[in-house]
């Protein structure tokens, strides 16, 4: 793999804080989130982990604008950011990569990167919506290359790449739209340990682009030196939040499994 | 983008990846449909030509065949957006029949009074013939926005949808004409169009050919041809990409419609009148065509071309069994048994990476 190119150079986001504040979510009796809080800033990747149940799906669904939370508040850099649905999310530059990928498989890795946002040529050409194809294959080779990524074609259908290079265009998809950040939900979850490294350096150099990444994880020992900081989810709650640096995988699943904060 | 090979070193490609992408692009077209369906036809062809001493390959015969293709081909280059889409349309050959009728009944209105029609005198042809063209057209658009708008609305399925608006249409269709063709079609509708010749070529084949392009064109260029094949890709990531599914959905159906429209007055051109028995099992034809033709029976890959091939087979193969004084029944035959194949190979290829 090589490197990711300066940010410097390329990057498109501006650093952008987001917190989730004491957000609750309330299905019929049972209470999936208790008052979560959750500090998220530019530029890290931020991993996301508890046991089942812990609320972790639920409060990146509050953040991504699949789920509308009963109570509390989204704050982007410092102001209120109603989200109530994942077209609001994308306004405010918060793109989701989902477990499942949600990649039409038949189409290419650039058209999947593009779809729903597809380029046109000018003049008539937008009229009657002729793809500027030249232009979305550059763009989409690009944001490849920047997240590190090597595929064969970006015009061969995207059922034809592995898993890991399947999730790297999903990313990339994400990448290229989101201005603020973006949200992985299980990324590796399919995926061997060769695939799984595919992804995390596609994961850490899309941080390096100056977006705040959150990535919620089983894969605990992998994720606790990806992350920068982990925040750990017990019944609803944002338990604590940790520096990966001045933690470790046993702290981390003690943690998650009902030992009290000892710091 | 770097080499495949190199990556392949580093291991961290599927092999069949890489010998995927190693495919170069003539490898591709050997692999694809289109193309075998192409040599298929011509192989029909030159067979034909040889059985009957040339008498098949002479110019009025080809001529002959390409009118008698028409109807099919535009039918069956709207069915490729349709299944490219992941949808059915049954009801194509009744929406067909009912614009034709439509088309006739507006023809006959406005081109003279009732007295002057019956007895085949038009004052006011060419507005009666613009006029049923017109009417025509928009009946098909509305019978299309009707399937497209139970689809989407009601969220059921369009195989089922399309079955029942095919009774439906049909129904409506005898119902208008209590069962009897529409009589006193101009006769300018044939002689000026429908067997008329530019550059030797009819008239009817260019306006396939011109659909044909241009529903070609939209499929490969445009961002209304991608959503469709996305759609028929993955309905849900369609829709988690913000594309408005729902309305394109229509406006396929509404595509189809159109189409079914313009067919209807093509047939109501070369026949003089409509053809209130003949078209019961146009939808199922054009769908065969569609999928011998290489595009995907589940949706997501589609082609105009293989579309255009596919309408033209059993068209060649009645020709050629009539004019070797075998019984054309055997087109039949044979169709289906290209169709079983068609879909054999895209199953092959499907799972040849799930």
């Keep these: ?263 | 983008m770097n080499s495949v090979r190199e990556l392949a070193a580093l291991g961290d490609v599927d092999p069949r990846v890489a010998a995927a992408a190693q495919q170069t692009a003539l490898g591709r077209t050997v692999r694809s449909t289109t193309l075998w369906v192409a040599v298929a036809l011509l192989a029909i062809i030159l067979l034909f030509g040889a059985l009957s001493d040339g008498v098949f390959l002479r110019a009025d015969n080809i001529s002959d065949m390409a009118v008698n293709s028409v109807i099919a081909v535009i039918l069956a280059v709207g069915a490729t957006f349709i299944l490219g889409a992941g949808l059915l349309d049954l009801s194509i050959g009744s929406s067909l029949l009912l614009c034709s009728i439509v088309s006739a009944k507006v023809t006959t209105a406005l081109a003279g009074s009732a007295e002057e029609v019956a007895a085949g005198v038009y004052p006011n042809l060419a507005l009666g013939i613009a006029g049923g063209v017109a009417a025509g057209i928009a009946c098909g658009a509305l019978l299309g926005a009707v399937n497209g708008l139970i689809v989407t609305r009601l969220k059921l399925n369009s195989f089922i949808v399309t079955l029942a608006t095919m009774g439906i249409f049909n129904g409506i269709a005898l119902i208008v004409t209590n069962g009897v063709n529409v009589p006193n079609v101009p006769q300018q509708l044939q002689t000026d169009f429908a067997g008329s010749k530019l550059a030797g070529i009819p008239l009817p084949v260019f306006l396939a050919a011109i659909v044909a392009a241009a529903m070609w064109f939209v499929l490969t260029k445009t961002r209304f041809g991608m959503r469709t094949l996305a759609i028929g890709s993955s309905e849900e990531a369609a829709r988690r990409a913000n594309v408005p599914v729902d309305r394109h959905i229509v406006s396929l159906f509404v595509l189809m419609g159109v189409l079914a429209g313009i067919a209807g007055i093509v047939d109501l051109a070369r026949f003089g009148t409509t053809n209130l028995e003949g078209h019961q099992t146009d939808a199922l034809a054009a769908f065969a065509a569609t999928v011998i033709g290489g595009t995907s029976l589940f949706g997501g890959r589609a082609s105009v071309g293989g579309a255009v091939l596919g309408a033209l087979i059993p068209v060649v193969l009645a020709t050629g069994l009539v004019i070797l004084d075998v019984v054309s029944f055997y087109q039949l035959v044979v169709v289906g048994v290209i169709l079983i194949l068609a879909v054999w190979l895209d199953q092959l290829r499907r799972s040849r990476f799930n």
Excluded: C
Aim: net charge neutral.
């Design chain 1, 1 to 263: 793999m090589r490197p990711p190119v300066s940010t410097a150079e390329r990057s498109t986001a501006r650093a952008h804080a987001i917190e989730l504040r004491d957000i609750t979510k309330s299905f019929g009796h049972i209470q999936a989130l208790r008052g979560a809080t959750l500090q998220i800033r530019a530029g890290e990747v931020l991993a996301v982990v508890g046991d089942n149940g812990a609320g972790k799906s639920t409060l990146m669904k509050a953040l991504s604008g699949n789920v509308v939370p009963t109570s509390g508040e989204i704050v982007i850099d410092g102001a209120s950011a109603e989200i109530a649905s994942v077209a609001d999310a994308q306004r405010r530059g918060i793109f989701t990569v989902y477990q499942d990928l949600a990649q039409a498989p038949d189409l290419s890795a650039l058209e999947n990167v593009f779809l729903g946002r597809e380029q046109l040529l000018g003049g008539i050409g937008r009229r009657i919506g002729l793809l500027a194809r030249g232009e979305m294959r550059r763009r989409a080779e690009q944001a490849l290359d920047d997240l590190g990524v090597t595929i064969p074609s970006v015009s061969r259908p995207v059922r034809d790449l592995s898993g890991g290079q399947r999730q790297a265009v999903a990313i990339a998809r994400a990448v290229m739209w989101a201005t603020t950040a973006v949200v992985m939900d299980e990324p590796t979850a399919a995926l061997g340990a060769r695939q799984t490294a595919i992804v995390y350096d596609t994961i850490k150099a899309t941080a390096a682009r100056g977006l705040a990444v959150v990535v919620v994880s089983h894969d605990i020992p992998n994720i606790v030196s990806l992350a920068d900081r982990i925040a750990i989810m017990r019944h609803g709650r944002v338990l604590v939040t940790l520096e990966s640096e001045k933690t470790n995988v046993d702290e981390v699943l003690r943690l998650m499994l009902g030992a009290e904060v000892t710091q």
